[in-house]
């Protein structure tokens, strides 16, 4: 039995502590995509600082309480040599109900024994892979940078489909990154997902950040929209795989509110919904830095310089501040994970959800 998804019902009221922890692994890559909005931050990072040690990191997991939500990010965080051990660290002592695990497929082998470590070194969390495919085999290994890109990722997940049988709380997925080079191309790449039966869900996030390649920002919203509505027209007819674990259905209905607020988002360039970024969620780079988001506007502080203790970065001055700022709404942005979160902990989004949720068992 997995750790429960509603263990964490009190911070639908009170927003207490953090919930959320997405960690940037590091910042090495073995692909060179044109969207990504972290490799274009390398000239402002540090270039003497390395990446936490596996004590710093235990010592910061043990500054957290329980997880709901473990996402890991980089960089590509399979070239981590000791990525099966910073799991296990954060598995045992902040019991995380889902761990994330994004990876660009690029290392097939090597993701495929590491994900059967930590599926076997973590029995009670949702242990969830995504792949990214931003495309069919050409405009793929172009926006990744690397031919032969689409092979490998395919690779990758015909060895994880194997895993997928073995273990109950494996989450086999793949995300797409929405922007300009691709909006045209959608259909035919979710229709090519929905054929993978192994994929037990397909994301689609909107291109965010200061990217490389700011052209491929200046996506059509229509088509946006287009995109999300053909996604949720599959969840309701079971033409699209769902999730397996406890409160899966919830999850897609969610997934679904979620799409339009982000559509919403973008289209007003404003928040159009209380944002808990800094309060139930929280953002540590490879070297320390922390940040209530992906945003990487305000840094709330580095952990290194509390003895890896995040609580004690949350108690600064600094980082009440930057909080108080985005509570008053002087910010907004399309980030999944974290609109993710305003969303489930948002009470008065839930006659919505519900709405979608009677929707969904309806497609069965």
Same mark, same amino acid.
């Given at each position: 039995?997995t750790?429960s998804?509603?263990?964490?019902?009190d911070?639908?009221?009170?927003k207490?502590?953090?919930?959320?922890l997405?960690?940037?692994?590091?910042?090495?890559?073995?692909?060179?995509?044109?969207f990504?909005?972290?490799?274009?931050?390398e000239?402002?990072?540090r270039?003497d600082?390395?990446?936490?040690?596996?004590a710093?990191?235990?010592?910061?997991?043990?500054?957290?309480g &329980?997880?709901?939500w473990?996402?890991?990010?980089?960089g590509?965080?399979?070239?981590?040599?000791?990525?099966?051990?910073?799991?296990?660290?954060?598995?045992?002592t902040?019991k995380p109900?889902?761990i994330l695990l994004p990876?660009n497929?690029?290392?097939?082998?090597?993701?495929y024994?590491?994900t059967?470590?930590?599926?076997?070194n973590?029995?009670?969390?949702?242990?969830?892979?995504?792949?990214s495919?931003d495309?069919?085999?050409s405009?793929?290994?172009t926006l990744?940078?690397v031919?032969g890109?689409?092979? &490998?990722?395919?690779?990758?997940?015909?060895?994880?489909?194997?895993l997928?049988?073995?273990?109950?709380?494996?989450?086999l997925?793949?995300n797409?990154?929405f922007?300009?080079?691709?909006?045209?191309?959608?259909?035919?790449?979710?229709?090519y997902?929905?054929?993978?039966?192994a994929?037990?869900?397909?994301?689609?996030?909107?291109i965010?950040?200061?990217?490389?390649?700011?052209?491929?920002?200046k996506?059509?919203l229509?088509k946006?929209?287009e995109?999300?509505s053909?996604?949720?027209?599959?969840?309701?007819?079971?033409?699209?795989a769902?999730?397996?674990?406890?409160?899966?259905?919830?999850?897609?209905?969610?997934?679904i509110?979620?799409?339009?607020?982000?559509?919403?988002?973008?289209?007003?360039?404003?928040?159009v919904?209380?944002?808990?970024a800094?309060q139930?969620?929280?953002?540590?780079?490879?070297?320390?830095?922390?940040?209530?988001?992906?945003?990487?506007?305000?840094?709330?502080?580095?952990?290194?310089?509390?003895?890896?203790n995040l609580?004690?970065?949350?108690?600064t001055?600094?980082?009440?501040?930057?909080?108080?700022?985005?509570?008053k709404? &002087?910010?907004?942005?399309t980030?999944?994970?974290?609109?993710?979160?305003?969303?489930l902990f948002?009470s008065?989004?839930y006659?919505?959800?519900?709405?979608?949720?009677?929707?969904l068992?309806?497609?069965?």
């Open positions: 039995m750790y998804l509603f263990r964490h019902a911070s639908i009221f009170f207490k502590q953090p919930i959320q997405t960690f940037f692994l590091t910042s090495r890559c073995n692909a060179r995509c044109p990504c909005f972290y490799l274009s931050r000239e402002t990072r270039n600082a390395s990446e936490l040690s596996l710093e990191i235990e010592q910061m997991a043990s500054s957290l &329980k997880l709901l473990l996402a890991f990010s980089g590509e965080i399979f070239l981590r040599e000791d990525l099966v051990e910073v799991v296990k660290i954060f598995y045992e902040n109900a889902i990876t497929g690029l290392l097939p082998e090597v993701i024994r590491n059967s470590a930590i599926l076997e973590s029995p009670k969390s949702v242990v969830t892979v995504k792949l495919l495309g069919l085999e405009v793929h290994d990744r940078g031919p890109a689409f092979q &490998k990722t395919l690779d990758t997940y015909r060895l994880l489909a194997g997928v049988e073995r273990y109950d709380n494996f989450e997925g793949m797409t990154v922007c300009a080079a691709n909006q045209d191309s959608m259909e035919e790449i979710i229709s997902v929905n054929k993978l039966d994929v037990k869900t397909h994301t689609v996030s909107l965010r950040g200061n990217v490389i390649d700011r052209e491929l920002k996506v059509d229509q946006y929209q995109t999300i053909t996604m949720e027209a599959n969840l309701k007819t079971r033409q699209a769902r999730y397996r674990f406890r409160g899966a259905r919830l999850k897609s209905a969610q997934d509110v979620q799409r339009r607020l982000i559509h919403q988002t973008q289209n007003q360039q404003k928040q919904i209380p944002c808990y800094g139930l969620t929280l953002v540590v780079t490879e070297t320390g830095d922390v940040y209530p988001c992906e945003s990487f506007d305000e840094k709330l502080g580095n952990i290194r310089d509390f003895d890896c609580q004690q970065v949350l108690r001055e600094q980082a009440t501040e930057v909080i108080t700022t985005i509570q709404k &002087k910010c907004f942005c980030h999944e994970c974290y609109m993710m979160m305003n969303v948002n008065r989004l006659p919505a959800i519900f709405r979608e949720y009677l929707g068992m309806g497609g069965n």
